[in-house]
Structures are given as structure tokens and as C-alpha cells.
């Protein structure tokens, strides 16, 4: 006999359980159940991981959402037993927010996983009392513990039911994982969405939480995992749809605005001046891990250039100039998100150190009584043979270092996975380092020297966004770059052909096409009730899907060639199931 499907998910709940060993309730989860209930509008209750929790100097996607509820107007009161981030390690209470003044309560800790939730979901339900629940888990059950997505979601569903439990008329919105580079990630989310109609009931009903269209590594994270600011604007509005559903709110509106990654706050510089040299020390803002360090001359007229990045909080600054007048000012980071903002900037004059004074002549001790009185003058012999004095020759300065100019003219002309780079040639330079990366992705930099005027970058990514610095070398030494930023182009991948759909069951369909010329990947788009959203992304030629009802859905097809956006397939609709 075949067991409930109910029994099933409690089954390997418990066998997910085992497998890791979760803490018991008393563990430093953090997640006690003091909790008051709601006192205002609609309760909802963030219960996430460290996504969700954020760390020192975040704004968080929490205060994001908050911020738009309360520019709709929506009358929304935050619940959960916390209301603080993570400072430096795990344990700390910490309310170093970057704007503190909002609604913080949440149920949200670093390092939960859905299959290790303490206390469960229907325990924070009965304690908390909220309306509406937003569960954002997933992602360190796919990275850290690996379990397959189909168990995934089948605890996601088990969730609910605990959810209903306690309350039997929440509501839930079940958040996909935004971080598409994640094993299992694409997978996971496609599953996730088929849960709304098989969930939903018209007392508690289920809503998932499409993930962010684009949501890049290094650009939308700070790591592997955690969202810069732009990152926590994608979040939130994702979940503003998805409450917007519920009748909670509006959806967030677009385009999204731009906010700045990095450290909300700047550094506080202090420098003493020493020999061609200044001692730097600051008091780092919240979150930062590392700052960066930039200097100019000021007598020389020299433009800023960054000198070096220290991670702790003092430093050493050398090959300063004596006498001339110095600005150093602090960029600070967290993680590979770089603030585009300085610290006040702080002047300082290197001074070479006095020369020690010159020891005076001693006259001899009087010899005997014959010695004159010592008020008697000092005779002085003649010296007609003695040379004329002359004045000291003054000191020929050192040479220093010519600093070259900034390349000007610099200029991109985008290529078939290329960019071709020129200049106008630096006087005194004999050569230029030129540099660049992917966008707000530090770990792909790359450095090549040429001494010419031009060069071209090959084998970058079609539709991708490059950073390209310029730097002339003169005498060893680089001077301040020119940076610019464009796309690398590509062929247009053609339209998948063929396309067909063969209904699976009631709840999944089939898609499969012939391939577009070029393309090297695909995307699957669904229109169900008006709506249409990205249901899978796939480098084959067929994928299985969700679907909320055989016959109501459309699908088209977007052939992608890397990350240039190519030609649509003919829309197609799978028969009903029989």
C-alpha cells in the first residue's frame, strides 16, 4: 500500500533530521519564543537565514520592503523574536544597521537551513501570531548540506502544513533562491512555483516568490551568497510582488532604483606626517572589511590614484615627497562590493628630519699660573697665509619620479566577444598597463602592458559589461587611470524552431525545440492568467516545467547566445491531460 503523501514529506523530515543533527531549541539559534503578536494591520513574519538576517552595516532587504509598504501605504506590522543583524561572528547581537529607524522585528538567523528550522515554523506561527508568513530558506540547505530540490520542496510543503497548524488561515509566501549560480538552484525554483496551486486554499493560500531576473555574483552579492544593497532592492521586491498577491501592499515599482553598493558610512582618516612618508589610522565604518587607499600631490597638481587596500585600521604610506602637500582619503568594501563614496580627505606634508646640531670647539684648559686673568682678552695669533671663506655649496635636490598624465581619448568599440581599446599617446610615456574585468566582479581582473596606443580584448563574454582602465608608464612608474565601461557584442542567436508541448500530468508539461543558430542557452517563459514569468533557463533542448493548469498556459522559447538576448520561438500550449 502506498503511504499518504503527507506521511511521505513527515517521513523524510525526520530522516533529514537524523542525517544532520540539528541543535535542540535551546542551541545558540538565537530564535527564542518571546514573541509579541501583532498590534497593527497585517502581521507578517520574515523567517530566512543569513540572507534575510544581514550582517554589520547592512540596510537589509527587510528595511527595503519595510520602506516600499510604508510608501504604498500599507499597514503592515513586522513580527519575530529578533530585531538585530550579526555583527563580526556568530552571537553577536548587533544593531548597526545602516538606518536603524524601521520596523525590525524578524525570525531570521545565520546559518538556518529549512531542513534544520529550531524552533519549527508552526512553533514561531503559534508564538508569533502573524498573517502572513515569508519564508526565504533554501539556500544552505542546497550549498552546505546538499539536499536534492525535490526533497527541498516537499519540506518547503511540509512547512506549510505546520505553518496551518497553529494558524489555519496564514497565508505563505515561499521565496525561490536568487542565487542562480547555486547547484540545484534553477531546478529548486521551478519546483517551488508549482507548490501556489497545489498548496493554496481559499483560507491559507500560497504564494511564491518569483526570483530577481537577474541577480549577478560580485554585483548583487558581496560573496558567495549575501546581498549588497542592489542585491537587497531585487530581494524585497520580489517579495513586494509576491505580497502585492495577497492584497498586502502594491507591487514594488519599476524600473528598480540604483543604490549604491558598499559601506553605508566612510572611514574617519587621521595621518602624522614623517620622512617622505605618513603614518594612517582610521576608525573603519560598520561592515567594512578592507579600505582602500588613495593619494595625490598637491604641490605636483597629480590626479588621486589608489595606492594600495589594507584590511586592518592602520598603515604606512610611503614614497611621499618631502615638503609638498599630500591628500589621502579611504574607500572602503565589504567583501567584493566597493562603496563609491571617500572619507573626508586629509592633507599632510612629509618633512625630512632636522640634521643633528654640530658639536662647538672646547678651548683648552689654562696651563699654570702664568694663565691670563679670565677677563683679559684672548690674544689671536695672525693667519696671513689663511684662505678667504667661502659660502657652503647648496645640496642638488634628488630627482624624483616623473608621474605621467592620464591617457585621454580613451575610447571602446565592441566586437564579437571582443572590445578594441584606443588612446592618445601620453608625452614621456613608454608604455600603458591596461586593465579590465567584468563589472563589479573583481576576481576576473586581468593586467596587460603594451606600448602602443591600442590593443584589443578577446575571448570576453557577448553581452556582458567590461571595466577597462588605462594607465601610461613612465620610468617605472604608472600614473592615474582613465576608466571606461561597455559591452562585448555577439552574434544574435536565431529563434528555437519547432517548438512542442506534451502534457506530463495535470501539474508539468514537456517542452522541447529544435536549436537556434548561435544559441548557447535558452529560456522558458510562461503566461498563465495574464502573468508571465520565467519559469527555467537551460542549455538543452527540452525541459520539464510547472505548470498551474494543462491547457491555460502559454510557453515561448528565448534563445540566448552567452549573454546576448536573441530571437523568440513561436508560442505553443500543451493539451490537456485526459
Known sequence: ??????????????VVSTLVS????????????ECAAPTHGTGVMVVGDSVAHG??????????????????????????PRDDLLERFPGDDDQTYADPAFDRDHASYWGTARALLTPSLGTLVAACRPDVVVETLGVNDLAWLGIAPADLVRLAAHGVEEARAARPDVDVVLGQVPQSWLPGAAEYNDLLAGLEDELSTEASRVVVARAPETF????????????SASGEVKIAASVADALAELGVGAPFPRPLPDVPNGPARVATLQAVPGDASAELSWERPDGSTAERVWVRDLTDGTDWAPVTEVAGTQAVLGGLVNGHVHEVRLQSRKGTAVAPRYSEPVQVVPTAPAPPPSPQPQEPEPDGPSAPPSDAPTPVAPSPTAPPATASPRPTPEARPVVPAVPRGVRLVAGDRRLDVGWDAVRGAGAYDVTWR???????????????????LTGLVAGRRYDVAVRAVAGGRAGAAAVVSDRASGPTAGAPRRPRAVTRSSRSV????????RATRYEVWRTYRGATRLVARTTRTHVVV??????????????????LAGRWSSRVRAPRAR
Open 1 to 14: 500500500m502506498r503511504r499518504s503523501r503527507h506521511a511521505a514529506i513527515a517521513a523524510l523530515a525526520v
Open 22 to 33: 540539528p541543535a535542540p531549541a535551546s542551541a545558540d539559534t538565537g530564535l527564542g519564543l
Open 55 to 80: 550582517s554589520a552595516g547592512d540596510w537589509t532587504w527587510r528595511y527595503r520592503l519595510w520602506r516600499h509598504l510604508q510608501d504604498v501605504g500599507a499597514d503592515v506590522d513586522l513580527v519575530g
Open 216 to 227: 549577478a555574483i560580485d554585483v548583487d552579492t558581496y560573496d558567495f551568497a549575501h546581498p
Open 438 to 456: 567584468e563589472s563589479g566582479r573583481a576576481s576576473t581582473t586581468r593586467t596587460a602592458r603594451t606600448t602602443r596606443v591600442g590593443t584589443r
Open 510 to 517: 514537456r517542452l522541447s525545440w529544435s536549436p537556434g543558430s
Open 546 to 563: 510547472s505548470t498551474p493548469r494543462a491547457g491555460r498556459a502559454t510557453f515561448r522559447v528565448r534563445a540566448w547566445h552567452q549573454d
